[in-house]
T-cell receptor, first 116, second 111 residues
Framework: DAGVTQSPTHLIKTRGQQVTLRCSPKSGHDTVSWYQQALGQGPQFIFQYYEEEERQRGNFPDRFSGHQFPNYSSELNVNALLLGDSALYLC???????????????FGQGTRLTVV | SQQGEEDPQALSIQEGENATMNCSYKTSINNLQWYRQNSGRGLVHLILIRSNEREKHSGRLRVTLDTSKKSSSLLITASRAADTASYFCATLQGGSEKLVFGKGTKLTVNP
């Protein structure tokens, strides 16, 4: 089991550009959540996908959007990049209802995005 | 916004000593989890404690939870240089599946 895999590991983009980050969840997991972690801060929840739909969203602008595919993998898209979007983007996978089941979410190694 | 606040922000100890980190949160929770992060990489899950539990052990880790004070502590006994990392607490509220993280404690274990 490869666990949660994210690609790419590092990315440099210019202000105003668009970026797509990818995540493959752990085998057996159907729910994917995305988090943004700025330097020196804890991760902040962006949104969660289940059954190919956005189910829950954090306090992030519409520039942040996502998609989930039938194989449960997911993409995070950020449009009109700002310098402040520079961060580590983490993907977490879990079985549906893991909150009520009191089970853990598994995180990938993250994608380090630098906006210049 | 971040719910949890870890204390201290940074901790430096010698190998073999115990390390204690504290976490406070604001709202009622379903469970509280502790994660470790090495050098800005991915998060590794350490331990989960449910809201109806008061203490939990896993190897050299001991976690306590006091829901009346909305606080938790993580104790790492007999620390090793390999324990050097940032430690985050994260809460899961009832009815939600988003983890709310604190800012973390940066632990340095000196050999």
């Amino acid at each position: 089991d490869a666990g949660v895999t994210q690609s790419p590991t590092h990315l440099i983009k210019t202000r105003g550009q668009q970026v797509t980050l990818r995540c493959s969840p752990k085998s057996g997991h159907d729910t994917v959540s995305w988090y943004q972690q700025a330097l020196g801060q804890g991760p902040q929840f962006i949104f969660q996908y289940y059954e190919e739909e956005e189910r829950q969203r954090g306090n992030f602008p519409d520039r942040f959007s996502g998609h989930q595919f039938p194989n449960y993998s997911s993409e995070l898209n950020v449009n009109a990049l700002l310098l402040g979007d520079s961060a580590l983007y983490l993907c977490a996978s879990s079985p549906r209802g893991y909150g009520q089941q009191n089970t853990e979410a598994f995180f990938g190694q993250g994608t380090r995005l630098t906006v210049v | 916004s971040q719910q949890g606040e870890e204390d201290p922000q940074a901790l430096s100890i010698q190998e073999g000593e115990n390390a204690t980190m504290n976490c406070s949160y604001k709202t009622s929770i379903n469970n509280l989890q502790w994660y470790r992060q090495n050098s800005g990489r991915g998060l590794v899950h350490l331990i989960l404690i449910r809201s109806n539990e008061r203490e939990k052990h896993s190897g050299r880790l001991r976690v306590t939870l006091d829901t009346s004070k909305k606080s938790s502590s993580l104790l790492i006994t007999a620390s090793r240089a390999a324990d050097t990392a940032s430690y985050f607490c994260a809460t899961l509220q009832g009815g939600s599946e988003k983890l709310v993280f604190g800012k973390g404690t940066k632990l340095t274990v000196n050999p």
